[in-house]
């Protein structure tokens, strides 16, 4: 029963208040265990490929391609074609957008991302850093403003969430904590690129740690800072929640900014996903299962230029067809899987290459890869049982890969006769 204005709410009240915040808690303590564990592995094979590289080396070549096949297919591209609808409908509170110009935009924003990692890697690293630089300020500074404007701890609402926490109410917690890892998963993409880092084997591992744990501070922070200026049951009932704090804070007319401010932000993620992803399927071309064209570096820019082209082309054919949605839904609990499967590779590694060179080795091993393992295998059960329908579909995605792979072993075959 909600509290009346004059009655505090009880500490057992506030944690289920701040449900959201703590699956951004455990989500964040998931990342940072995976990356100390990638961070081994990307030190240990700084390679193009990343995750790709790991399984392929542990567990052999169809795995491998499983996991390059899905990012392909629907997790990677899928991801990058969200970003760019939701781009299209921030534009629209700044523009008049009808419904070929809310396509075009969408599609321009992925060509955008292209070019701009088409033409190099300098130049992609650029456009990340400054606009990473200025949506962390914004978020920051947002954060800071609920801290000190906002009433959302003391509003007598805050206790909406006030029903008993039952298996079934933490199942669903549990699905929802995928919405939650899926913004973290940068941790997980960076390390495709290691093998085009100034002397990977010394800074990738330090690199994916730190960043994972600024990141883990800033989203936590932000969070936090949502709920102090609009309380717990604004940032639930909220789609666009940066903007609708700006508009409680400060009233309507520095949305507009904030607005511009999320623009940015989703092409940062968009541009990073194009200058990850496309190495996996590249490493993928190298190793003759995938199509040879994209293992070709372009001769002037020195980049993946046809593996970054053909994951756009693929995003930019989801975004406009709408099917991204049904396929993000379906293929984003399967990422676990391979995440689990990359994770292992530490110990298959260790065992079978003792004497490769680690210049990073994951604290607390053998227990942090193992919590970190055991965590993803509970995600993956736990969405298999609360949404079996869905997990089953995706599952079916993955499996299409299989037939894929015999077809370019059997091609690969035939060309070496």
């Known amino acids: 029963m909600p509290a009346s204005s004059d009655e505090a709410p009880t500490t057992r009240d506030l944690v289920r208040v701040l449900t959201l915040r703590d699956l951004v808690l455990v989500g964040s303590v998931l990342a940072l265990l995976g990356a100390v564990t990638f961070g081994e ?3 240990m094979l700084p390679d193009a490929g990343g995750s790709y590289v ?9 795995p491998a391609f499983l996991l390059g096949w899905t990012l392909f297919l629907a997790i990677n591209t899928g991801s990058t074609a969200t970003l760019a609808v939701a ?3 921030y534009l629209r509170e700044l523009l008049p957008l009808t419904t070929v110009t809310h396509t075009l935009a969408s599609v321009g924003m992925i060509a955008a991302v292209t070019a701009v990692n088409i033409r190099g890697v300098r130049h992609a690293a650029s456009v990340q850093n400054w606009s990473t ?12 403003a609920g801290f000190a404007l906002g009433d959302g701890f003391h509003r007598s609402d805050t206790r909406a969430f006030t029903t008993p926490l039952t298996l079934s109410r933490l199942s669903a917690a549990g699905v929802g904590l995928l919405g939650v890892l899926w913004a973290y998963e940068g941790w997980q993409n960076v390390t495709n690129s290691a093998g085009e880092a100034a002397d990977p084997q010394r800074t990738f591992a330090r690199g994916i740690g730190l960043g994972t744990a600024a990141l883990v501070a800033i989203y936590l922070t932000a969070n936090v800072g949502y709920v102090a200026a609009v309380g717990a049951p604004g940032v639930t ?3 666009q929640i940066a903007a609708d704090v700006v508009r409680a804070l400060f ?37 003759e299962v995938f199509f040879r064209s994209l293992a070709e570096v372009h001769p002037r820019f020195g980049t993946p230029a046809l593996a970054v082209a053909a994951s ?9 067809s709408g099917t991204f949605e049904q396929l ?3 293929v984003v609990f399967a990422s676990w899987i391979f995440a689990a499967l990359a994770a292992a590779s530490v110990f298959v590694l260790r065992r079978r290459r003792p004497e490769a060179p680690r210049p990073f080795r994951v604290p607390g091993y053998p227990v942090t890869p193992a919590l970190f393992i055991a965590a993803a295998a509970a995600i993956v059960v736990n969405t298999i049982v609360a949404r079996p329908v869905q997990a089953l579909i995706g599952l079916g995605i993955v499996a299409t890969g299989v037939p894929a792979y015999v077809l370019w072993m059997w091609r690969r075959r035939r060309a070496r006769e």
């Open 251 to 287: 009233g309507p007319g520095p949305a507009t900014v904030v607005t511009l401010v999320i623009l940015v932000s989703i092409f940062s993620a968009a541009n990073g996903l194009a200058l990850t992803g496309p190495r996996m399927y590249f490493a993928m071309a190298r190793d």
């Open 133 to 144: 630089a200025l949506k962390v300020g914004a978020i920051l500074a947002l954060a800071v």
């Open 312 to 320: 756009a082309v693929w995003a930019s054919v989801l975004a406009l």
């Open 237 to 239: 009932r909220s789609d």
């Open 87 to 89: 781009f299209a409908n």
């Open 328 to 330: 993000f839904t379906y």
């Open 54 to 62: 790991y399984v392929r080396e542990a567990f052999g070549r169809l």
């Open 41 to 43: 592995l990307g030190a």
